[in-house]
Antibody, heavy 119, light 109 residues
Framework: EVQLLQSGGGLVQPGGSLRLSCAASGFIFSSYPMAWVRQAPGKGLEWVSAVSAGGDRTYYADSVKGRFTISRDNSKNTLSLQMNSLRVDDTAVYFC????????????WGQGTLVTVSS | EIVMTQYPATLSVSPGERATLSCRASQSVSTNLAWYQQKLGQAPRLLIHGASTRAIGIPGRFSGSGSGTEFTLTISSLQPEDFAVYYCQQYNVWPPTYTFGQGTKLEIK
């Protein structure tokens, strides 16, 4: 059974930093690209970032480019999102998600973790 | 940037009836389209990919159709557990980017 267990999140002041983690199990982690998707309170889904299976290629939405860094540790089956220079409009539930080979769509999702950026 | 527009924003349907949800892309996405279901407080669940292929474990009452710019998700006979928010999502092959529609809330009539 595929499982994506998220940790991290919480309350941070504007301009601060936070790191999210996602522990994967139930599939060969190193064979699949991964991604982060967020959802602001009461709003729809917004793709944030994606990383290739090997971790050598990363992609970002314009809204987070230069501030967020996605990474993965295939030896520990873990996906991470380092978020710097956080803004109030980064407040959202962040989901990690498994991508299919070819990076076309998200077939499994983590439970989500809330990030609140507020003074 | 490709914009995805879902309509209607809210759809009221009685259990046992058919529901038809629509999604329009601002430019052709071929069949690079997926549908997700999200219940309150839960993560999204993949329903359909490639515009018309049901994901593993998805009941046959869910079907997708369309290509290019117009897509439809049909739920043939609504069950109580189907009332949720539905999102369409397009995927751009290169560079990989993903855009979601704003969602359609399917509510009990």
């Amino acid at each position: 059974e595929v499982q994506l267990l998220q940790s991290g999140g919480g309350l941070v002041q504007p301009g601060g930093s936070l790191r999210l983690s996602c522990a994967a199990s139930g599939f060969i982690f190193s064979s699949y690209p991964m991604a982060w998707v967020r959802q602001a309170p009461g709003k729809g889904l917004e793709w944030v970032s994606a990383v290739s299976a090997g971790g050598d290629r990363t992609y970002y939405a314009d809204s987070v480019k230069g501030r967020f860094t996605i990474s993965r540790d295939n030896s520990k089956n873990t996906l991470s999102l380092q978020m710097n220079s956080l803004r109030v409009d980064d407040t959202a539930v962040y989901f990690c998600a498994k991508l299919v080979v070819g990076m076309y769509f998200f077939d499994y999702w983590g439970q989500g973790t809330l990030v609140t950026v507020s003074s | 940037e490709i914009v995805m527009t879902q309509y209607p924003a809210t759809l009221s349907v009685s259990p046992g009836e058919r529901a038809t949800l629509s999604c329009r892309a601002s430019q052709s996405v071929s069949t690079n389209l997926a549908w997700y279901q999200q219940k309150l407080g839960q993560a999204p669940r993949l329903l359909i990919h490639g515009a018309s292929t049901r994901a593993i474990g998805i009941p046959g009452r869910f079907s997708g159709s369309g290509s290019g710019t117009e897509f439809t998700l049909t739920i043939s006979s609504l069950q109580p557990e189907d009332f949720a928010v539905y999102y369409c999502q397009q995927y751009n092959v290169w560079p990989p980017t993903y855009t979601f529609g704003q969602g359609t809330k399917l509510e009990i009539k």
